[in-house]
C-alpha cells in the first residue's frame, strides 16, 4: 500500500508532463500557422505598396531603393544583428547550440518579430528578397518560447520544438504541409541526433492545416499541367540540372563570406562599412530593375506565374537579371529569404532551353524551380516535394528527383560546403567568440555543457 501511495503522484507528474508536452507542440502548431498567415498578409501588402510606387515613378527605386537599403543595414548591424540574413541558418545553428544563453540569443521573439518587420521594410523598397526563411526562423522562435513558458526542458524536446516550429513554419508559408515534413528531416536536422517523433510530425500538419482552413484548398501557383514528352523531351531532366547545379552553387560560392580573392575584399568592404555597402547594393538593385523594366524586385511571384502559364511577361534575360538581384539583395545583409526568388530563377529556365526539341515549356519550367533550389540549399528532397506542392503537379515527382538529385550534385563540385550550413557554422563562431568577451574585455568561459 505504501509502495502505491508513492507511486501515484509520480503517475500524475508524469501525465501532467507528458499533456503540457503536447500542448505547447500543438498549440504553438496553431501559433505558428496564424502568425505565417499574418506575415504573409503583410508582405503581399508591402510589396504592393511599392509596385504603385513604380506605376507612379518608374525612377523611384533610384532614390527609394539605396536609402531603403541603408536604413535597414543600419537597424539590422546596430540593433538586430541576429536578424540577419533569410532565418533558416539561425535555426539550424540553434539546434546545434549546446548553451541555453546562447540559443535564446537566436530565438528571442524580439529578434524574430524584428526579422518579420525588416523583411516587410525590404519588400517595401523593393529587395528580391521572399518570407519563406524569415518565416521558419519566427515559427521556431514562436514554439520554442511557447514550451518554455510551459516549462518545457530538455534537450531533445527543446530541439523537437525548434524543429516543429520552422517546419511549421515552411508548411504555412507555403500551405505544403509535407514540404514541411520533408524540409525538417532533409535540411533543419541532418547534422544532429533528433527522432521525428510524432509530436513534431502533429505540429507541423497542425501548421499546414492551419492555412488550408483559413485560405482553402489552394496551390501558390496554380494547378500547372507540365508534361514529360517522350523521346527528346526528357533531355530537359540534364539540361535543367546542369543549368540549375552550375548558377546554384555559383550563387553561393557569391554570397558565403571568404576571406580570399576578390570575394573576400567585396566581404571585407562590407565588413568595415555595413551602411554604405548596403546602399551601394540597393543602388545597383534599382539598376537592375530598369535594366529588366522592373521585374527583378520582389519575390518574383508574378513573372514566375507567368512563365509556368508558358505566357511570360519577361524576356530571356530576366534570369541573369534576377540573379545578379538575388546576389546585392543577399550581400546587402538585409533580413530576407531566398526561396521565392530562386524558383523565379528556376522559372526562367524555360525561355532559355526552349530551343530543345519536344520541352513542354510547362515542364521545363517547374523542372527549372527544383533544380536552381536544389543548387542552392543542396536539399534536393525538399526542392521536389515544394515545386511538386506548390503546383500540384505530381505526374512530375520522377523527372523532378532524378533532377534535382543531379542538379544538388554538380553544385557541390562548385560550392562544397552547404549554403545554409555552412552560414549556421559562422553564427555559432561568432557566438562563441562573443560569449567569450565580457564587457570590460576579459575572457570568461562559455558553459558549453550547460543544461536547456
Not at 533532377?403 to 553564427?427: D, E, F, N
Request: aromatic share 10%.
Amino acid at each position: 500500500m505504501a509502495d502505491l501511495k508513492t507511486a501515484t503522484p509520480s503517475s500524475s507528474t508524469s501525465y501532467w508532463r507528458e499533456w503540457r508536452q503536447r500542448l505547447a507542440f500543438w498549440i504553438g502548431a496553431l501559433l505558428v500557422g496564424l502568425t505565417a498567415l499574418a506575415f504573409a498578409w503583410l508582405a503581399d501588402a508591402a510589396f504592393a505598396s511599392f509596385r504603385c510606387l513604380l506605376e507612379w515613378a518608374p525612377w523611384s527605386p533610384l532614390l527609394i531603393t539605396p536609402f531603403g537599403f541603408a536604413l535597414l543595414a543600419w537597424l539590422t548591424q546596430r540593433w538586430f544583428e541576429n536578424a540577419k540574413g533569410s532565418g533558416i541558418p539561425q535555426v539550424i545553428a540553434a539546434l546545434e547550440m549546446p548553451s541555453r544563453r546562447l540559443r535564446a540569443r537566436l530565438l528571442s521573439l524580439p529578434v524574430a518579430a524584428a526579422r518579420m518587420s525588416l523583411t516587410l521594410g525590404a519588400l517595401l523598397v523593393g529587395g528580391s528578397v521572399g518570407r519563406e526563411g524569415p518565416t521558419v526562423h519566427i515559427g521556431a522562435a514562436v514554439l520554442y518560447a511557447f514550451g518554455r513558458q510551459l516549462g518545457l526542458h530538455g534537450r531533445r524536446t527543446i530541439a523537437g520544438l525548434i524543429l516543429a516550429g520552422g517546419a511549421a513554419g515552411i508548411a504555412a508559408a507555403f500551405n505544403t504541409p509535407l514540404a514541411g515534413v520533408v524540409f525538417a528531416i532533409e535540411e533543419l536536422s541532418r547534422t544532429f541526433e533528433q527522432r521525428f517523433s510524432g509530436l513534431v510530425l502533429t505540429a507541423v500538419l497542425i501548421g499546414g492545416v492551419v492555412t488550408l482552413g483559413l485560405m482553402g484548398h489552394y496551390a501558390y501557383f496554380g494547378e500547372i499541367g507540365g508534361r514529360m514528352p517522350t523521346g527528346w523531351g526528357w533531355s530537359v531532366v540534364p539540361a535543367c540540372a546542369a543549368l540549375g547545379g552550375l548558377l546554384g552553387g555559383f550563387y553561393a560560392k557569391l554570397v558565403l563570406p571568404t576571406d580570399h580573392g576578390i570575394l573576400g575584399r567585396v566581404c571585407g568592404l562590407r565588413s568595415r562599412y555595413p551602411v554604405r555597402f548596403a546602399a551601394l547594393c540597393g543602388f545597383t538593385l534599382a539598376i537592375l530593375g530598369l535594366v529588366s523594366g522592373n521585374h527583378v524586385f520582389g519575390t518574383g511571384y508574378e513573372e514566375t506565374r507567368a512563365l509556368l502559364g508558358a505566357q511570360p511577361v519577361t524576356d530571356p534575360s530576366f534570369l541573369l537579371w534576377k540573379f545578379l538581384a538575388n546576389v546585392v539583395s543577399y550581400l546587402s545583409g538585409i533580413p530576407g529569404g531566398l526561396f521565392s526568388p530562386s524558383l523565379s530563377i528556376g522559372a526562367a529556365f524555360a525561355p532559355l532551353l526552349s530551343l530543345i526539341p519536344d520541352v513542354d515549356p510547362q515542364a521545363c519550367a517547374l523542372l527549372g524551380m527544383g533544380a536552381y533550389l536544389a543548387g542552392v540549399t543542396r536539399s534536393p528532397l525538399t526542392a521536389s516535394v515544394i515545386v511538386l506542392e506548390l503546383t500540384h503537379s505530381p505526374d512530375l515527382a520522377i523527372p523532378m528527383l532524378a533532377t534535382t538529385l543531379m542538379a544538388t550534385a554538380i553544385s557541390g563540385w562548385i560550392s562544397p560546403v552547404s549554403l545554409y550550413h555552412a552560414l549556421a557554422r559562422q553564427i555559432i563562431d561568432k557566438l562563441h567568440a562573443s560569449g567569450r568577451e565580457s564587457n570590460d574585455g576579459t575572457v570568461t568561459q562559455i558553459q558549453l555543457n550547460e543544461k536547456p
